[in-house]
């Protein structure tokens, strides 16, 4: 036998015992399970570090090297609430599952009552009888069509304007209203000519003549009215 077949011949060995060592051995098994991102988010959506490693199918006492991530990542990702996640060994005997959590951006009034919470991409997560201060409230039907819509318009205003939306009504796709702070109304119709209305909403906006105007409507942006 060659040398160089001596050197496969003892790699195989290596690789072998090594994946034994690894995947088999009792040797370096998992002793501690972590889970990081949990936030306030958390107290609305009941999502515990318990019920996270229970979905994941980690087990303390199991094999490290038996952690299959892609696995646990898809697992975790049935949760609504949950929008990535990472798996992380940290040898010899720890695993670390990294959540990023849905932030509560927006609220969609649910049948029955309540209200359904979710992030701005429209995917919601949980239930709650009161919505969080500061996050808008869209009323309209259960179609996804009609509030991605929605979500798109309000993307697109200003930061200061969305900051003081407190609720949109989008009964249809061509009435959208929001409702600001201080009884203020913006009567933006359908989700068309988006660059053209906000040009013509801040303009109106600026107009010392508007200070005391309750109703701005830009739905035909080319004849607004206000009054």
Same mark, same amino acid.
Request: net charge positive.
């Given at each position: 036998?060659?040398?160089?077949?001596?050197?496969?011949? *003892?790699?195989? &060995?290596? /690789? #072998?015992? @090594?994946?034994?060592?690894?995947?088999? +051995? !009792? =040797?370096?098994? *998992?002793?501690? &399970?972590? /889970? #990081?991102? @949990?936030?306030?988010?958390?107290?609305? +959506? !009941? =999502?515990?570090?318990?019920?996270? &490693?229970?979905? #994941?199918?980690?087990?303390?006492?199991?094999?490290?090297?038996?952690?299959?991530?892609?696995?646990?990542?898809?697992?975790?990702?049935?949760?609504?609430?949950?929008?990535?996640?990472?798996?992380?060994?940290?040898?010899?005997?720890?695993?670390?599952?990294?959540?990023?959590?849905?932030?509560?951006?927006?609220?969609?009034?649910?049948?029955?009552?309540?209200?359904?919470?979710?992030?701005?991409?429209?995917?919601?997560?949980?239930?709650?009888?009161?919505?969080?201060?500061?996050?808008?409230?869209?009323?309209?039907?259960?179609?996804?069509?009609?509030?991605?819509?929605?979500?798109?318009?309000?993307?697109?205003?200003?930061?200061?304007?969305?900051?003081?939306?407190?609720?949109?009504?989008?009964?249809?796709?061509?009435?959208?209203?929001?409702?600001?702070?201080?009884?203020?109304?913006?009567?933006?119709?359908?989700?068309?000519?988006?660059?053209?209305?906000?040009?013509?909403?801040?303009?109106?906006?600026?107009?010392?003549?508007?200070?005391?105007?309750?109703?701005?409507?830009?739905?035909?942006?080319?004849?607004?009215?206000?009054?």
């Amino acid at each position: 036998m060659n040398r160089k077949k001596i050197y496969i011949a *003892i790699s195989i &060995i290596l /690789v #072998s015992f @090594l994946a034994y060592f690894l995947g088999w +051995s !009792g =040797l370096m098994t *998992i002793d501690q &399970i972590k /889970v #990081s991102g @949990l936030s306030k988010t958390q107290k609305v +959506s !009941g =999502l515990t570090a318990k019920e996270v &490693i229970k979905i #994941s199918g980690i087990k303390i006492g199991q094999p490290i090297a038996r952690v299959n991530a892609s696995s646990v990542k898809r697992k975790l990702l049935t949760l609504p609430q949950v929008s990535d996640v990472k798996v992380n060994r940290q040898l010899p005997s720890s695993v670390l599952i990294e959540l990023k959590i849905r932030k509560i951006e927006i609220a969609v009034t649910a049948s029955g009552g309540g209200f359904l919470v979710g992030d701005a991409s429209g995917v919601t997560f949980a239930k709650v009888k009161k919505v969080p201060r500061g996050v808008p409230i869209i009323k309209t039907s259960t179609s996804k069509f009609l509030l991605s819509e929605t979500l798109l318009v309000f993307q697109a205003l200003p930061t200061k304007i969305q900051k003081r939306v407190i609720s949109i009504d989008a009964k249809t796709r061509d009435s959208i209203t929001f409702n600001l702070t201080q009884g203020v109304r913006i009567i933006w119709g359908g989700s068309q000519e988006q660059d053209l209305k906000l040009e013509v909403l801040n303009a109106l906006l600026v107009d010392p003549n508007n200070k005391k105007v309750k109703n701005f409507d830009i739905s035909s942006p080319l004849a607004p009215t206000v009054r």
